[in-house]
């Protein structure tokens, strides 16, 4: 996030307390989190333009970690490159929006197609720590927190999709949550409170994947997709 202190050459901390130096690429990737972090919370709006040196001044880093940012949120879909002029926040239509939670929906019967989630001791601990993002996301959505929401809400689909063994399925169900999410924001931060109104069945899908309850899981997850839906088209038609 802007202010974090991402600024090049700054040393940190592994989790030996041996000090490293923050790399080029580990700086893009710094970088690249904080810009998406921008345009979930709503402070980069759809349309928005900015040159590679206007954010490198906000950073006080170089021009180059923070053009490689800006054209891996492009390849993500979440920046265009705009000619001679820099970069803007990708607008998404309502149509796009309808097509990712489409998209969402299959790819979520892909991972979850006839497969279980293994008992062994290290799955188990993983599953415990999914379902503790999970009521954490559940927390967010009653208190209607959406920045807290989303964080924890992207973590508990990578960690939970991880869990079913097929990575490229796992990436490509990030991303469509994430585009999913930088749609939907747009229209959700014109209500003046979103307690009560935002999917919080998170435990519940775990708890049916846990059982094996595959039938339960995909009607959790098809009932969340129509939600979010019909909350965005009722918005966008405001």
Not at 129 to 135: I, L
């Amino acid at each position: 996030m802007p202010g974090t202190g991402t600024g090049g050459g700054r040393p940190s901390r592994n989790g030996g307390g041996a000090v490293t130096p923050v790399t080029r690429s580990t700086l893009r990737q710094q970088i690249a989190d904080a810009l998406r972090d921008e345009v979930l919370a709503g402070r980069l709006q759809p349309g928005q333009e900015f040159t590679v040196k206007e954010i490198a001044d906000q950073y006080g880093v170089s021009a180059t970690p923070v053009r490689e940012a800006l054209v891996d949120l492009s390849a993500q879909g979440l920046l265009d490159a705009v000619q001679h002029r820099g970069f803007e926040v990708h607008a998404y239509s309502l149509d796009d929006y309808r097509e990712m939670i489409e998209a969402r929906g299959i790819v979520i019967d892909g991972i979850f197609r006839d497969k279980r989630i293994d008992d062994d001791p290290r799955t188990t601990a993983v599953l415990a720590a999914v379902r503790r993002r999970g009521e954490e996301a559940r927390r967010a959505a009653t208190a209607g927190d959406l920045n807290v929401l989303i964080g924890y809400d992207l973590r508990f689909w990578r960690e939970l999709s991880d869990l079913f063994g097929n990575p490229y399925l796992a990436d490509f169900l990030h991303r469509l949550r994430v585009q999913s999410w930088v749609c939907a924001v747009q229209h959700l931060r014109r209500l003046p409170d979103l307690r009560g109104q935002l999917w919080a069945e998170h435990t519940e899908l775990v708890d049916a994947l846990v059982r094996g309850d595959t039938r339960a899981a995909h009607g959790i997850v098809a009932a969340h997709n129509a939600d979010c839906l019909a909350m965005v088209e009722r918005l966008a038609a405001r």
